[in-house]
Nanobody
Framework: VQLVESGGGLVQPGGSLRLSCAASGFTFSRYAMGWARQAPGKGRAWVSAIYTDGRTSYADSVKGRFTMSRDNAKNTVYLQMNSLKPEDTAVYYC????????????????WGQGTQVTVSS
């Protein structure tokens, strides 16, 4: 299993970024996928998940601003982040969950290496 994130960077408050996670080494369409983030000095926090049937779930802190999607033909998940705030600054990790649904980071069996997102003026 390999998960490779991309798309991180520096953005001003109110701006947007789209993260991508390219997956390989498993049958992508059979697994729920997720995103988590870790800010400096804090633990890893769950951000969002997308199930095999396309349903999504989000942490309250990003609901209405972030949108997660998947393209099973490309074995890729995306995280569209809008209206970014300084408190969104973190390393963002892509995750494969162990089943068809995914409620939190305890259901993750593989992690990507992470991509840095910095929101600052």
């Amino acid at each position: 299993v390999q998960l490779v994130e991309s798309g991180g960077g520096l953005v001003q408050p109110g701006g947007s970024l789209r993260l991508s996670c390219a997956a390989s080494g498993f049958t992508f369409s059979r697994y729920a996928m997720g995103w988590a983030r870790q800010a400096p000095g804090k633990g890893r926090a769950w951000v969002s998940a997308i199930y095999t049937d396309g349903r999504t779930s989000y942490a309250d802190s990003v609901k209405g601003r972030f949108t997660m999607s998947r393209d099973n033909a490309k074995n890729t998940v995306y995280l569209q982040m809008n209206s970014l705030k300084p408190e969104d600054t973190a390393v963002y990790y892509c995750a494969r969950c162990s089943g068809y649904v995914c409620y939190d980071r305890y259901m993750v069996d593989y992690w990507g290496q992470g991509t840095q997102v910095t929101v600052s003026s």
